[in-house]
């Protein structure tokens, strides 16, 4: 049934291309009729589906190299998936006024949520690494045709990262299958081989960097910065929503389930860059000018966070991780529109990324701090202070942009764009209503998580009993 | 040879004679009738009894299961279920590469063109069924001489016939290469059969005769995959040709090429392979091979780099993918031997489909710059988003076959030497290449959907026939991408069976 969300996507992708070129309105329709399907599926999927992994589809696909097409989900899967199908419809309400070529816009966005689903539903390994590609490549053109300032730059930054990233993850899922004797790709069996123990100190490294990259661990995460700065807003949203997410579900999925070892003999140093990244990615925001740069390092900050859940390598520490942060989605939201719905929905936001209590920020946040607390009491309080940063510059931000003097400081990007004289023009157009139906729905979902948890930590929390995460039991890890 | 009457030949080498027959048959339409006919019709009538040819020699093959007993004919002509589906591989390549040429106008001669096409397909086939030392020799030159001509054919072009002067000489001297290699071989073992020539060898170990001979064929080998160092002739090649001609160098010869040099060296040199593991080196083919994959890997994706000509990169990209190709072959195994067939076919198919796109947009702009490419998307959406698939799957991005191929020759290589991961550092240093790769492949690729097109540019129009083959190709691609057992498949089946 959740299978469906992928091949929904696809259609739509397929949909799209028999389209006439220039009926920009058409596209959109389509575009978001796909989504809402998608995320419909998503969530009768996830009301429907039990405590443990439910397989949808497990297919021979190469017998020859052991390789099945099977998709299932746990718990994680399920609370990432629904919020991919939210993200989805929120960022193709954002794009609606594109007119540029919006059919092609379109088609790359769905093939990017088609692979993003496919990523959290695939228990094969080499399954999940084809989408993991598939979503790679539709991103670098999202950015190079409908981006911004530096948009080539920043598109082949990014795409170039990934690939890298992707490559080590590669080398890591090839000697992985070859030691545990070349005869399964599935990750339920794979996570059951006692990989041995010299072979997890450098694999674990290699796949969770390789993934680690996409999800901006310090300090491989200087494409994200430029990413969000040169992404258009809904590909920026998705990319601080559901892409950095990818690369900390990767990690977690495939290096921390197949290399438990591994994980407990780096959990020091990786926790250390995590925590640096927070504090480091805090720090850099607070100095920032361009409102996107600072998203953009916000989001490393953020996901230092979640990395630092990763290797807190217990179960409160897992649970935030796939407890998400719809905020920094909206986040992504084109805020040089300085108007007052904006300047609603960013407080909000932001009072949600502050980790105000009653938002979900706060709830994930204080998971890992929990979390880390048992494992190391030190970086924890310097995860702390990275907090107290990030209170201080989203509050910053606020001041300047909300409340501050209509004057150059409004809109510092705008005065940037035009010393550097792109040809962008940065008219203060009204918000549209669908973006505000966007707006609404993502901000709904942060305060619902937020008052009320436990909605995804019942689901979450059940699917680490799984054999699946045995290894990582068996090594005092859970 | 007793009790094997020339019929008997003849059937077994059925597919080669048809093939044979249709160049004539092209020759004679063509010059006899087809003379006064317009330039179009006469590439269409040409094009179609290629097809029709190709078609039936695959058709004949799939019809008629033959096989030959082992040693039969001394190996001048062994048929059994891999060669034979490599041939169809070959044929399926030379049909598509007749399609590309039909709205090609850089020559009046039609029939000479189409009949040396054919007759580089027999030489194909012939090296393809080869297990003895003259007849791949043999084969090996009916190939290569045709394709000096093919690359010569532009006559109103001064870069074909440097292209093809350069690509002679150098051939030329490879040849010679091989023919001294090759002689050195019989000198040791007084055999000119691979298996005989193997079980001779067993034991002996690398002497400095039996050395020479191997660096000397694989020199003369490596110029026909254009491999480090051996490619020079591959730029100038590739950029001055004829575009169909160049797919045809690109495809059905590599496939061609590179099965013959996987045969001669698992068959021939079983025995000397020696090791190419980290630290555990010894001297035989196979670190030899991995020596000069390592180099095509990494001067074929770095000058690749600095190219500006969509031809050009093709050729260094083609370097590159020789040097992942290698791989495969050094493995030294069965599935080695499925995982290099399935990579160069694939290879071969992806890269025919981008040169068909490329002839298109020559045709118009005269050349083949990434200029000439600029927002293409908006001037030929169909043909670029072809153009797309191929650049994707060149750059191992799923699910295409060009990403199933590299990720099942890695697995091979890795596989070879599994207890120890001995090969593990070749294929890090192949991903990590093919992880540079995706950056040029994007550059032509941001050209066609990101850069804006020139006003003067016209918008871009194939025949619709033309259009339709590119497309297919295409969705051969995606096909074998998506459900890569279609060959797979049937490969292993016939590997085990021909006892590789």
């Known amino acids: 049934m959740l299978g469906w969300t992928i091949y929904i996507s696809f259609l739509g992708v397929a949909v799209l291309t028999l ?43 190469v017998p020859a190299l052991g390789i099945h097409y099977h998709l299932a989900a746990d718990g994680i899967s399920l609370t990432l998936v629904l919020l991919t199908g939210i993200a989805a419809v929120a960022g193709i309400l954002f794009s609606w006024n594109i007119e540029q070529r919006a059919k092609e816009f379109f088609a790359f966005y769905l093939t990017l949520i088609g692979g993003v689903y496919g990523v959290f539903l695939s228990f094969d390994l080499f399954l999940l690494f084809v989408f993991y590609e598939l979503a790679i490549i539709p991103k670098y053109f999202l950015i190079a045709i409908w981006g911004s300032t530096r948009k ?5 930054k990014l795409a170039l990262y990934s690939f890298v990233g992707s490559a080590m993850v590669l080398i890591g899922i090839i000697a992985a299958y070859v030691v545990a004797g070349a005869k399964t790709m599935s990750l339920i069996e794979l996570a059951q081989y006692p990989f041995p123990e010299h072979f997890q100190y450098w694999a674990f490294p290699l796949v969770f960097v390789g993934f680690a990259i996409l999800a901006g661990l310090w300090p491989f995460h200087t494409w994200a910065p430029t990413g969000h700065v040169a992404a258009p807003t809904a590909a920026s949203m998705l990319l601080a929503g559901v892409v950095m997410k990818l690369g900390a579900y990767g990690s977690f999925r495939v290096a921390m389930t197949l290399f438990p070892l591994g994980a407990k003999a780096w959990q020091m140093p990786f926790a250390t860059l995590a925590v640096i990244g927070i504090v ?24 230092g966070f979640v990395l630092l859940g990763l290797m807190t390598l217990n179960e409160i520490g897992f649970t935030d991780r796939a407890h998400t942060r719809e905020l920094e989605v909206l986040e992504g939201m084109d805020l040089t529109k300085a108007l007052p719905f904006a300047a609603g929905t960013f407080v909000v936001a932001s009072a949600a990324s502050m980790g105000l209590p009653g938002f979900s920020g706060f709830v994930a946040e204080l998971q890992v701090l929990i979390g880390a607390w048992r494992s190391f009491p030190t ?10 940063i990030g209170v201080a510059y989203t509050l910053r931000v606020l001041q300047k942009a909300f409340f501050g003097e209509v004057a150059a400081e409004v809109n510092p990007r705008q005065t940037e764009s035009a010393a550097l004289s792109r040809a962008q023009p940065h008219g203060l157009e009204p918000i549209s209503g669908p973006e505000r139906i966007g707006a609404v729905i993502l901000m709904a979902a942060t305060l619902v998580i937020g008052l009320y948890p436990r909605l995804l930590l019942d689901l979450i929390a059940p699917s680490l009993n799984s054999p699946l995460f045995e290894g990582l039991r068996r090594a005092g890890a859970l | 040879m007793s009790g094997v009457g020339y019929f008997d030949i003849l059937k077994l080498a059925m597919p080669e004679t048809i093939v044979a027959l249709a160049a004539l048959v092209v020759l004679f339409i063509d010059l006899g009738i087809m003379r006064p006919a317009e330039g179009k019709f006469r590439r269409m009538i040409a094009a179609l009894v290629t097809g029709t040819s190709c078609l039936v020699a695959i058709f004949w ?26 041939k169809q591989g070959v044929l399926v390549l030379t049909l598509f590469t007749a399609w590309i040429s039909i709205d090609s106008t850089f020559t009046d001669h039609t029939g000479e063109y189409f009949a040396l096409l054919l007759l580089a397909t027999v030489g194909m086939m012939f090296l393809v069924s080869a297990e003895n030392l003259l007849m791949i020799f043999i084969s090996l030159e009916l190939l290569s001489l045709s394709l000096y001509i093919l690359t010569a054919f532009n006559k109103r072009n001064l870069r074909s016939a440097e292209a093809a002067l350069k690509y002679f000489l150098f051939g030329g001297m490879a040849a010679a290469f091989t023919l001294f290699g090759l002689s050195l071989l019989y000198g040791l073992t007084g055999s000119i059969e691979l298996r005989p020539i193997a079980a001779a060898l067993k034991g002996k170990g690398l002497d400095p005769a039996l050395a020479a001979a191997i660096v000397m064929t694989v020199i003369g080998f490596g110029f026909k995959i254009a491999a480090v160092p051996f490619h020079l002739w591959a730029p100038d090649a590739y950029e001055g040709a004829p575009t169909p001609s160049a797919a045809l160098i690109a495809s059905g010869s590599k496939v061609a090429s590179f099965f013959i040099l996987g045969k001669v060296m698992m068959l021939g040199f079983a025995g000397a392979e020696g090791n190419g593991a980290w630290r555990a080196f010894a001297s035989g083919w196979v670190p030899l091979l991995a020596v000069i994959a390592v ?9 690749a780099i600095a190219q500006s000509n969509v031809k050009r990169l093709l050729a260094y990209s083609a370097i590159a993918h020789g040097g992942y190709a290698l791989l495969a072959v050094l493995t030294d195994n069965l599935q080695g031997v499925a995982a290099l067939i399935y990579y160069v076919v694939t290879y071969a198919l992806t890269v025919l489909g981008a040169f068909g796109v490329v002839s298109v947009v020559e045709e118009r702009a005269g ?22 698939i191929f650049m994707l799957s060149l750059a191992g991005i799923p699910p295409l076959a060009g990403f199933f191929g590299k990720f099942y020759v890695f697995t091979a290589a890795v596989n070879a030497q599994a207890k120890n991961l001995g090969l593990l550092w070749l294929v890090i240093f192949a991903i990590a290449m093919s992880a540079v790769s995706l950056y040029y492949y994007l550059q032509v690729l941001k050209q066609i959907y990101v850069a804006e097109s020139s006003t003067r540019t016209p918008v871009i129009k194939a025949s619709a026939p033309l259009q339709a083959g590119i497309v ?4 051969g691609v995606l096909a074998l991408g998506c459900a890569p057992n279609l060959v797979v498949g049937a490969l292993s089946a016939a590997i085990k069976a021909a006892g590789f």
């Open chain 1, 19 to 61: 389209l006439p070129r220039h009926n920009a309105r058409a596209a959109r329709v389509v575009a978001l009729l796909t989504a809402l399907t998608g995320f419909t599926v998503a969530l009768v999927g996830t009301l429907k589906a039990d405590a443990g992994l439910n397989t949808f589809c497990d297919v021979s696909w």
């Open chain 1, 152 to 156: 080539e730059y920043g598109a082949m």
């Open chain 1, 280 to 303: 480091y990615g805090a720090m850099v925001a607070l100095t920032q000018k361009d409102f996107k740069f600072v998203i953009g390092y916000s989001s490393v900050s953020h996901m």
């Open chain 1, 379 to 388: 970086m924890t309080v310097c995860a702390g202070i990275g907090i107290l």
């Open chain 2, 61 to 86: 093959m799939h019809q008629v299961q033959q096989e030959t007993a082992p040693g039969f004919l001394s190996g001048l002509l062994v048929v059994d279920p891999l060669t034979q589906l490599v």
């Open chain 2, 295 to 303: 180099f095509s890997m990494l001067l074929g994706n770095l000058a």
């Open chain 2, 367 to 388: 050349e083949a710059r990434f200029s000439d490419f600029a927002g293409l998307s908006r001037r030929a959406p169909l043909l670029s988003f072809c153009m797309m």
């Open chain 2, 472 to 475: 297919l190709v295409a969705a």
